[in-house]
């Protein structure tokens, strides 16, 4: 099965503006840390899925590239400075292109990716495009967190359909944030049943988590 | 920081649970477990979906049908207490119901031999995870230590008892219809396995449950069909020829450590969704299909070949025949039937590294291990070929297996006689056994009834038979008593 497994590419764009520091960055450290356990202890998640961390303040970095499992290193997180979400999108959509294997007669393809946006703010920069194009060209399954009240759920709402709120930046919700997102993977590397297409399927977002319509 | 729920089952028992934050979510229930964990309660992801139908079945499945519980506490009919008692070591059977705070299951949990202790992995931590097959038939096998991965002969065990469990549901008219790497968990290094997830059973007569089944064991016309409407005739549910598909996937994978359908061939470039429907649904190609060869990898070493002649066909049947027809496809007597022949043929590989350890020798002009390439290390092969007599024609004998023996292999009475099968209901008694005593072979009688000399005179218990090669003499005179035919083969 090893040789020709497709992988999962699973991205996770986590804010780490100036509003994230302290106890909240804390959390989404931890939060990652938990996230990558819970993952390297499914197997199906640990065959299929290949993670890479994407961070923005008033610039874009990939701080993890694309990776499998158990090689997987903990990214340093720091927070502090601006909201640059369009230029996360950007990079995203640079990442896909490069990192994402396409079918092609030779080769077999990646996965459609998944991909997670948490963000606690508005955007500083010029998100319109670089989100207009990810909702035009679909290249990744984005589900996108709005965390606390601070977060712009109507800017989400232009990048993709499947927006989730959630209620603060406590340690709590972040950690049950995380925890849903390692559910997501796991049942996506597990029902990736084939329906070309379709819909992928989410668990239900955790408690106080709201879905945005 | 959990909390403790309380569930009231159709017997009125209430039941507490440990409510967890994501609890392990499969495609149609999630899990909570017991405060001492000796039981699960599971709810269903979509409550709005448990209809009366539903309910009908799950009562049928934890009464009439349940193989787990002898005739006389309510369990299915002709199921005594000692059949009882053995499959419920192979099925995590449903025991009750939950009516309470909404419907749902009650199952024990599994036994302690399918989580991974500590010690499973010096990478992972692994502790309290259950024992999902692809943890050891996947690439993650090289995170876990060697003592977890059992061996050739351990796989071909749990491949047995699999087909067994599976056969059994079957001869009640019941199909499991989601077998997956997922639902059946194994224990390599005892060779056992046990079937879950019981609650989407097809019963007999009754509204079929709606499940999706589990990429890589979803049979190929199921997964074509699957966007056509649940009323269009053409569409395809699940049921036992499906399951047959599944459980051939599964011993496949058991054996070779790999997906028989998974190979390099590209069936779209327009998205790897598509590319995967039609590589395991319409388009589904055997890897190791001796006509086609677009889908086989480059690296196959072992193939099926070398599990010997019948389980080639089995598996030839499985993938080439009855890939795309499921009527072709072998059930899974079939394939206990074949699995008991093979394991007949074991040799124990005398590489003392080799990762297999055992292997089927099949051909004896060529007595080599199939996984590292080793020579077996004894001087002769002793075959007994086991003969039944044809019914009606009286001294015809037609050849019914093959048993290779060394110094102690014990013969039963599946061996001694041709109507006797190993099955759960099988007699474990040794009846005789081969012995090696001053360079030369004997057959010693220990339990066996009318064992017979090749001269014809009995031989009673205590009393052996020299072993030449050409002996030919009767292991039983009953009328269904085989006839044994030894050859001595040098190597």
Redesign the interface.
């Given at each position: 099965m090893s040789d020709f497994a497709r992988r999962l590419p699973v991205y996770l764009l986590l804010d780490v503006s100036g509003s994230m520091a302290g106890d909240p960055i804390e959390a989404v450290k931890h939060g990652v840390r938990a996230l990558i356990s819970e993952l390297r202890g499914d197997p199906q998640a640990l065959e299929t899925a290949y993670l890479s961390v994407i961070t923005f303040n008033s610039s874009a970095r990939q701080v993890s590239p694309l990776t499998e499992l158990m090689l997987f290193q903990e990214p340093q997180l720091h927070a502090g400075g601006a909201t640059s979400l369009g230029a996360a999108l950007h990079l995203l959509t640079e990442c896909i292109q490069r990192e994402v294997r396409k079918s092609t007669e030779t080769q077999k393809g990646d996965w459609k990716p998944l991909v997670f946006i948490l963000t606690d703010g508005a955007p500083t920069d010029d998100w319109r495009g670089a989100a207009a194009e990810l909702k035009a060209t679909k290249p990744a399954n984005i589900i996108a967190c709005a965390a606390g009240s601070g977060a712009d759920t109507t800017v989400l709402k232009e990048i993709t359909e499947c927006v989730l709120l959630m209620n603060n930046l406590s340690a709590g919700d972040l950690s049950q944030f995380f925890a849903w997102v390692s559910s997501s993977v796991k049942l996506s590397s597990k029902s990736l049943d084939s329906k070309p297409g379709a819909n992928i399927e989410l668990p239900p977002p955790p408690q106080g988590f709201v879905i945005v319509p | 920081m959990n909390k403790i729920g309380e569930a009231i089952l159709a017997s009125g028992k209430r039941l507490k649970y440990v409510i967890t934050?994501?609890p392990p979510?499969?495609?149609m229930k999630y899990t909570y477990f017991a405060p001492d964990k000796s039981y699960v309660i599971q709810f269903f992801?979509d409550p709005s979906k448990v209809d009366f139908n539903t309910r009908s079945r799950i009562e049928a499945i934890i009464g009439k049908y349940n193989p787990t519980l002898p005739e006389s506490r309510g369990g299915s009919l002709g199921n005594d207490d000692k059949l009882a008692a053995y499959f419920e070591k192979r099925f995590c059977w449903p025991t009750d119901i939950v009516v309470s705070p909404e419907f749902g299951l009650v199952s024990p949990a599994y036994p302690s031999n399918f989580f991974f202790d500590s010690s499973a992995s010096q990478?992972?931590?692994?502790k309290g995870?259950d024992k999902?097959s692809?943890?050891f038939?996947?690439?993650?096998r090289k995170?876990l230590n060697k003592s977890e991965l059992g061996d050739f002969r351990s796989m071909l065990q749990m491949s047995l008892l699999l087909s067994r469990s599976i056969r059994r549901l079957h001869q009640a008219g019941l199909a499991h219809s989601d077998l997956s790497n997922?639902n059946v968990l194994i224990d390599p290094k005892s060779g056992n396995c046990v079937v879950i997830d019981i609650d989407s059973l097809v019963v007999p007569g009754l509204y079929p449950p709606e499940v999706?089944?589990?990429?890589g064991y979803?049979a190929p016309e199921v997964?074509a069909t699957?966007?056509l409407p649940r009323t269009d005739p053409r569409r395809k549910i699940p049921g036992s020829t499906t399951d047959l598909h599944a459980l051939a996937v599964l011993i496949y994978?058991y054996l070779f450590?790999?997906?028989p359908l998974?190979?390099?061939k590209?069936f779209?470039?327009?998205?790897?969704?598509?590319?995967?429907?039609l590589g395991?649904?319409p388009q589904a190609l055997f890897i190791e299909n001796p006509d086609d060869t677009s889908n086989r990898?480059s690296?196959l070493k072992v193939t099926v070949k070398d599990l010997g002649p019948e389980m080639e066909k089995l598996f030839m049947r499985a993938f080439v025949d009855g890939l795309h027809n499921p009527a072709l496809r072998p059930s899974a007597m079939e394939w206990e039937r074949g699995i008991v022949h093979a394991w007949d043929l074991l040799h124990k590989c005398s590489n003392p590294d080799c990762s297999s350890k055992w292997f089927v020798l099949h051909d004896v002009n060529n007595p080599v291990c199939p996984f590292c390439g080793t020579k077996i290390a004894d001087k002769e092969i002793v075959r007994l070929t086991l003969n039944s007599e044809v019914r009606g024609h009286k001294g015809q004998w037609r050849r019914l297996s093959e048993l290779d023996a060394v110094n102690n292999t014990p013969l039963f009475k599946w061996h001694t006689h041709s109507n006797i099968f190993p099955d759960e209901k099988a007699d474990l008694t040794m009846q005789a056994y081969i012995c090696r005593h001053n360079n030369e072979w004997f057959l010693i009688n220990s339990h066996a009834e009318g064992l017979l000399s090749p001269q014809g005179n009995p031989v009673p218990q205590g009393q052996a038979i020299r072993l030449t090669d050409g002996t030919v003499f009767r292991a039983s005179r009953d009328d269904r008593g085989t006839l044994i035919n030894v050859k001595i083969i040098s190597v």
């Open positions: - | 934050d994501n979510r499969g495609g992801n990478l992972l931590d692994l995870k999902k692809n943890w038939t996947s690439k993650n995170y997922n999706a089944g589990t990429r979803i997964l699957m966007e994978e450590l790999r997906h998974i190979g390099p590209i779209s470039t327009v998205s790897a969704e598509e590319d995967d429907f395991l649904g990898p690296n």
